[in-house]
DNA sequence: CATCGTTGTTCCAACGATGTAAAGCCCCAA
DNA sequence: TTGGGGCTTTACATCGTTGGAACAACGATG
């Protein structure tokens, strides 16, 4: 592997003329500029990032700390995340920490300024409570506690109660929510909002109704859905906190053959590429990870480059798009 | 940041006892040893990883090249790497290439040791015709051309033989294949394992029930299954190449009313979880996803710690999972 | 012709860690 | 007392890069 001493001998110039160079610092002779354009050219020289980094005090690299790369959300944010992290010349370290809270704790400790130069951070369990880093960061989603970090995402109250005003104007009134947690913050945004759109319309709200879910599986959901299936007077529709709950308690449904949507309306959320070719495929709260991604790069390179910038709070758009699961095809 | 010098300073030794220290190097006086303990313990000392790798001449890095996150093989098996990887304290640089040639490319050039250490390499286009690496690497999948590199996967021609023979014992007689592919080398396979279970069964080979799919998406099965549809005497049963292309089929087997299994049994490949709740489950060629990443992280440490090993070729197991889409639940 | 500012180049130190060589210590045998 | 050898520590160079100071060359200016 060639270094910048190699380059430097074969144009006959100065190691830190070829740095120069590289670096696309103005003042260098065209007589040099080309010989040593050339050197590199001919070497195929390639910068040593660990020295760089080492010399410069950057790492090059941002870490992304999400429960778990099988949860498709995380896994097509992911790829958002580096997508978006290649326009600031960062790579993505990827972090799971399986939603507990050791793993969310063992994560960070092995995050540090040596390894990586900012953060984005999903947490699940409580890991903010005991929050101490030493790296600019970014929150996806809410805050569990209040802690001063940055955040980005969606605005959860008003998203929930899209979802489920669209239910009420399709006619339904018994309508569950699933996802419920003691801790997550998205879940008591939503809930809020669930409950909100209920009131607005006059329905009563009914605890029965709220089925949490300690883990937001496929799994989960479907047992969520079995439980609520079970009463007296099963709900005419249900709300899911994310689309891999809705797509259990889909499932659910058709084992106990009942009709999507005719006896049973489902809304997701998330907008996972799943649910669009689920049968029947899934009516989501599409919030757009684009957005999200590139908003939390961007985030954290301002961060970076002047670290005492006032801390942010991005809101992203989302939308929702109605499929056969509320609306037969 | 403490760095090894501030610990020295405050323990009252050299830097290299300090350094040693951290090495667990032995020849240290338990006084010492004891008093750069506390040090490093009062001040919290974690290595800089960039200056040691610069030192070692390692990265502590290693790449996955793969085609998307989104695609839910590709984002299991990734999580499933960055857990293997930890064991040899590794960290999991992923390069997405889009399945396109240039992106494979892209990817390839931004590697080189001064990055990674070593790369796992999850080709779809071209790729290794032109293939030059410069840190060890391991292909999964299987080898487009030949090129002497190592390999670890499963015995694609016997999966595929599995799963047809599946088809062939309940009765299936007109069994299309979704998925052929004129570069991938996981496609040709497959193809063979197809060809072989129908001759063995003394069922003709028809060129017509042979659909090609340029990419492994949903709506490529879709877009299969339905010109299968269109035929004047549709398959009864299909083999798709992965699981995504049979979900799609069985969304377009959906809307055209056919009942699965009834009128058209479905076999897919990669069994993603997915498959486990979708209406019906899918009858899936499961690959053991753990052992296809240990054994590729555990191939590359060996490489990188004696270079001159012999190329390897690693099989991994797979087997068959049989869900609602072939035998009715 | 001395001076000056601009442009271009080089030398040196430093980032934080580790390998090497050498020095210091201590104990024991000659 | 000397010397040898095992243990323990240190000084120094080094990995590849970049920032800063110093220096050199240059045409323009007074």
Redesign the interface.
């Known amino acids: 592997?060639a270094t910048l001493k190699d380059v430097a001998r074969l144009a006959g110039v100065s190691v830190k003329t070829v740095s120069n160079v590289v670096n696309g610092y103005s003042f260098v002779k065209p007589d040099n500029r080309r010989r040593v354009e050339e050197a590199l050219e001919a070497t195929g020289y390639?910068?040593?990032?660990?020295?760089r980094?080492?010399r410069r005090g950057r790492?090059g690299f941002i870490a992304l700390v999400l429960p778990?790369?099988?949860i498709?959300y995380f896994?097509?944010l992911?790829?958002l995340v580096?997508?978006a992290a290649q326009e600031h010349e960062w790579?993505?370290?990827?972090?799971?920490t399986f939603g507990t809270l050791a793993g969310e704790r063992a994560a960070l400790a092995s995050l540090?300024?040596?390894?990586v130069d900012a953060a984005i951070l999903s947490p699940e369990a409580l890991l903010v409570d005991d929050f101490q880093l030493?790296v600019p960061a970014v929150l996806l989603g809410e805050h569990a506690v209040d802690v001063p970090i940055s955040r980005v995402g969606i605005d959860n109250v008003a998203a929930a109660r899209t979802a489920v005003r669209h239910l009420i104007s399709l006619g339904r009134t018994r309508i569950a929510a699933i996802g419920a947690h003691p801790h997550r913050g998205t879940a008591a945004l939503r809930l809020e909002g669930y409950r909100t759109a209920l009131a607005e319309a006059s329905l009563p709200f009914s605890g029965d109704l709220v089925v949490p879910a300690l883990n937001y599986h496929?799994a989960d959901g479907?047992a969520a859905m079995r439980s609520l299936l079970d009463m007296p007077t099963p709900p005419d529709a249900v709300f899911c906190f994310n689309d891999l709950l809705a797509?259990?308690a889909?499932?659910t449904a058709?084992e106990r053959s009942l009709r999507v949507p005719g006896d049973l309306a489902v809304v997701g959320f998330d907008n996972n590429?799943?649910s669009?070719?689920?049968?029947p495929s899934l009516t989501s709260v599409a919030p757009d990870k684009g957005a999200i991604a590139r908003a939390a790069v961007d985030l954290l390179h301002r961060r970076v480059e002047s670290p005492d910038d006032a801390l942010e709070d991005v809101e992203t758009p989302f939308s929702l798009l109605v499929r056969e699961s509320t609306v037969a095809g």
Chains 1, 2 share one sequence.
Do not use: F, W
């Open positions: 592997m390639r910068p040593n990032l660990g020295a980094n080492l790492t778990e790369l099988s498709p896994a097509e992911a790829g580096i997508t790579n993505v370290l990827i972090e799971q540090g300024p040596h390894l030493s496929r479907a797509i259990g889909m499932r058709a590429e799943e669009v070719y689920s049968s």
